[in-house]
């Protein structure tokens, strides 16, 4: 069973800053799409930021020029560094694996980690 793990959230206040990790074994990581979701209570989980072709970085409006995608290949880990967090950002945050094989949609996910941010 694939295992996604994400380490990193908590309670932050409005305009603090936290970092979440995603480590992921080596040959998910290399072929697979990797990005965030986020789900806040009573709303759908919608994708923060994810990878694109070429190693480009791709964000939801909201968000962007706060948060920021990286990755250590290295590591087999992906980070999201989240600056000036608003009370908006409150939501559980996921770490997705994405891969299109044939005429199947492959997805992994983390666990969630709360991330809160207090106004």
């Known amino acids: 069973q694939v295992q996604l793990v994400e380490s990193g959230g908590g309670l932050v206040q409005a305009g603090g800053s936290l970092r979440l990790s995603c480590a992921a074994p080596?040959?998910?990581?290399?072929?697979?799409?990797m990005g965030w979701y986020r789900q806040a209570p009573g709303k759908q989980r919608e994708l923060v930021a994810h990878?694109?072709?070429?190693?480009?970085?791709n964000y939801v409006d909201s968000v962007k020029g706060r948060f920021t995608i990286s990755r250590d290949n290295t590591k087999n880990t992906m980070y999201l560094q989240m600056n000036s967090l608003k009370p908006e950002d409150t939501a559980v945050y996921y770490c997705?694996?994405?891969?299109?094989?044939?005429?199947?949609?492959?997805?992994?996910w983390g666990q969630g980690t709360q991330v809160t941010v207090s106004s």
């Open positions: 997705n694996a994405h891969a299109v094989q044939g005429l199947s949609n492959l997805n992994y």
């Open positions: 080596r040959s998910i990581f290399s072929f697979y799409v």
């Open positions: 990878f694109g072709n070429g190693g480009s970085t």
